[in-house]
């Protein structure tokens, strides 16, 4: 327990200063006067990029490095290109990755009372899931060392290793354990995601999976092909817990879980290492919307609560795990009890008005 | 146009048999007395495998080679694997593949009236795009050749090429313009999906893709990465007519795709080389349901559909693309009129009532 934590911001781009704004006024009455945290801004992303030359600057990842935790708005502008063809404002979020060890990249995909899914059949507290992304290698190893020859071939090595696939099944078993009070009540489930049945790699990925299952008797696991992953997860999402897959198959099916919960606007993410976490919601910049004021910060406030949550358990702090739930359920109150939607989710409320109302839940304890 | 066509047929494992008896059953309703097809089966598969230790013997693949074209039911046997872990039942699918350099894997996605879309907006003929999978290199290149280092790494290289990316790229363009009578209207659109803002081999895609597209100033050409893909494949459909993309990713993207259109049960597939056609549902060979007469034969009714579309228009010959569209409307009239609905999708018609029906509608040539 600190008196207060270091939170490093990094606004980015686009919609980023935005829903970053949102999320720390929320923060703030999270905890009224006595504010335990502490902002400091820094910045990276492709507008920074555009600026200076430079997408994430020396002071900015040192900051990341020695801060408690890391909040993010969005990173990216279209066609602000690497010479590879790559985009220079994701250097950010896949740097840190990679520099920080982040290898567990947790996406809760909770369908929220008063969000409509585009599922037909999905009730309230129907969708509560968790995907568990491993983050540090899979297809994304590639970045930046794939090849390309003469123009004629490119390639890009998906690496799976034992110890980065011990590790973040680990985690999605630890997790499991550690859901037995999530609302669905226990499914104690964990499902591993791959293509064992055509790839290497995946099959390896899956080995190592059962080993480690075989180290949590009292959880269930099962495995599921990513191509019928996708169909489930439209069919019968409430049968999932926690899906534990490869850094590419996660960044895919976290998207497709989002979709069903309302889209990306109501997604959080949080990318955890042993000595750091990063968090941010799930949309990218949407550099369409910026400025307007119509930007959707359910996400980022979202990721801000799983921060907290977060920090709070590293440093046994109930204060910041007890903030976490506030602002959880403020955000059901905004969205059930007061229907403060957003565009993307078929309102009409702007930025603002969803901080100002869960910001009044929080000071008035809902 | 020739006398009779050559259709090699592999029932494989699970419910292949049921459904490929039921397509050729409306095959031959399709045509009466003159059918123009001749047909001579095949062993292959997971079943086969384990009786003789090969999964897929060489007298087949010649039969498959020499044949107008192939027609397969489902392989697979979850469990019986090579020694690297992946499924020896997919061989006869991925070595066809390979062998045959059948590049184009067409998807169709179309929700049929009468079949319920467990997405709530979609009404019929709301969904009606192509699939476009690359199927001969990308991930699944590395089949086989991935690399196993100490039971610690496992690398599977991701391959994409030129020509590769060329072909299957111009493929997809001339079938946006080709399908300018779909019942949608025109959409004269063909979008590429990757994931070019953090891999090379994928931004090689997408910039191949450009310089094909400049080729095609007629048909609209965009991108959309892997990720939001499956964010726009639920919340507008309707938008796609015709995309393209790398193999792991069509592999996905057809399964969700398929899922938003009643499963994999509604879906065919056409895997399509320069001298060689293979047709079959993209379903699995479900074993748990194997040999209790429900499985659904529209996927692979459907795949013979295009099967009869696609030797038509390689032999200019009318019968056989004619046979295809009243298969197609038969098909219709099962689903819409008749309400013959197997278990997957809502109802409780077994295999031999859905057969019947659509060779009743063929009879009456509804
Ligand atoms: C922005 C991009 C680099 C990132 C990814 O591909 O991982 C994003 O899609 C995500 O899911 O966090
Ligand atoms: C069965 C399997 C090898 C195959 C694939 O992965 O391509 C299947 O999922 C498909 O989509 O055709």
Same mark, same amino acid.
Request: contains cysteine.
């Given at each position: 327990?600190?008196?207060?934590?270091?939170?490093?911001v990094?606004?980015?781009?686009?919609?980023?200063?935005?829903?970053?704004?949102?999320?720390l006024r929320?923060?703030?009455?999270?905890?009224?006067?006595?504010?335990?945290?502490r902002?400091?801004?820094?910045?990276?992303?492709? =507008?920074?990029?555009?600026k200076?030359?430079?997408?994430?600057?020396?002071?900015? +990842?040192?900051a990341?490095?020695?801060? !408690?935790?890391?909040?993010?708005?969005?990173?990216? /502008?279209?066609?602000?290109?690497?010479?590879?063809?790559t985009?220079?404002?994701?250097?950010?979020?896949?740097?840190?990755r990679?520099?920080?060890?982040?290898?567990a990249?947790?996406?809760?995909?909770?369908?929220?009372?008063?969000?409509?899914?585009?599922?037909?059949? &999905? *009730?309230?507290?129907? /969708?509560?899931?968790? $995907?568990?992304?491993?983050?540090?290698?899979?297809?994304? *190893?590639a970045?930046?060392?794939?090849?390309?020859?003469?123009?004629?071939?490119?390639?890009?090595?998906?690496?799976?290793?034992?110890?980065?696939?011990?590790?973040?099944?680990?985690?999605?078993?630890?997790?499991?354990?550690?859901?037995?009070?999530?609302? =669905?009540g226990?499914?104690?489930?964990?499902?591993?995601?791959?293509?064992a049945?055509?790839?290497?790699?995946?099959?390896?990925?899956?080995?190592?999976?059962?080993?480690?299952?075989a180290?949590y008797?009292d959880?269930?696991a099962?495995?599921?092909?990513i191509?019928?992953?996708?169909? @489930?997860? /439209?069919?019968?999402?409430?049968?999932?817990?926690v899906?534990?897959t490869?850094?590419?198959?996660? !960044?895919i099916?976290s998207d497709?879980?989002?979709?069903?919960?309302?889209?990306?606007?109501?997604?959080p993410?949080?990318?955890?290492?042993d000595g750091?976490? +990063?968090?941010?919601?799930? @949309?990218?910049?949407a550099?369409? /919307? &910026?400025?307007?004021? $119509?930007?959707?910060?359910y996400?980022?406030?979202?990721?801000?609560?799983?921060?907290?949550?977060?920090?709070?358990?590293? @440093? *046994?702090?109930p204060?910041? $795990? !007890?903030?976490?739930?506030?602002?959880?359920?403020?955000?059901?109150?905004?969205?059930?009890?007061?229907s403060?939607?957003?565009?993307? $989710?078929?309102?009409? &409320?702007?930025?603002?008005?969803?901080?100002?109302?869960i910001? *009044?839940?929080?000071?008035?304890?809902?």
């Open positions: 327990m600190k008196n207060a934590y270091e939170i490093c990094v606004h980015g781009d686009g919609i980023g200063p935005e829903v970053c704004q949102a999320t929320v923060l703030e009455a999270a905890f009224g006067e006595a504010l335990p945290l902002f400091s801004e820094y910045p990276a992303g492709a =507008q920074h990029f555009l200076t030359g430079d997408s994430f600057p020396r002071e900015t +990842f040192e990341c490095h020695s801060a !408690d935790a890391i909040l993010h708005g969005a990173a990216g /502008i279209p066609g602000i290109n690497h010479p590879d063809g985009e220079a404002g994701l250097d950010f979020t896949l740097t840190l990679s520099k920080l060890d982040l290898y990249n947790v996406r809760p995909i909770k369908l929220h009372p008063g969000v409509r899914s585009p599922l037909r059949d &999905a *009730a309230p507290g129907a /969708i509560d899931y968790v $995907i568990v992304r491993e983050n540090s290698e899979g297809l994304y *190893a970045r930046g060392a794939g090849s390309l020859l003469r123009d004629e071939v490119a390639i890009d090595p998906l690496v799976q290793s034992r110890k980065g696939i011990e590790r973040i099944v680990h985690f999605a078993f630890e997790l499991a354990r550690s859901r037995d009070g999530a609302p =669905q226990r499914r104690r489930r964990v499902t591993c995601c791959d293509k049945n055509v790839l290497r790699s995946y099959a390896f990925f899956r080995s190592v999976f059962d080993e480690v299952a180290q008797p959880i269930e099962e495995h599921v092909l191509d019928a992953m996708t169909v @489930h997860l /439209i069919n019968r999402p409430s049968h999932y817990d899906i534990v490869e850094n590419m198959f996660g !960044d099916i497709l879980g989002a979709a069903t919960i309302g889209g990306m606007g109501m997604s993410s949080a990318e955890l290492g750091n976490g +990063f968090f941010q919601a799930s @949309h990218g910049s550099p369409d /919307i &910026a400025g307007k004021g $119509i930007a959707n910060p996400g980022t406030i979202l990721a801000a609560a799983m921060m907290l949550n977060w920090l709070g358990l590293r @440093h *046994a702090d204060r910041l $795990i !007890d903030a976490g739930k506030r602002i959880e359920t403020s955000v059901t109150y905004a969205l059930a009890d007061k403060v939607l957003s565009r993307d $989710i078929g309102g009409t &409320a702007g930025s603002l008005e969803i901080t100002e109302v910001c *009044a839940g929080l000071r008035e304890r809902v």
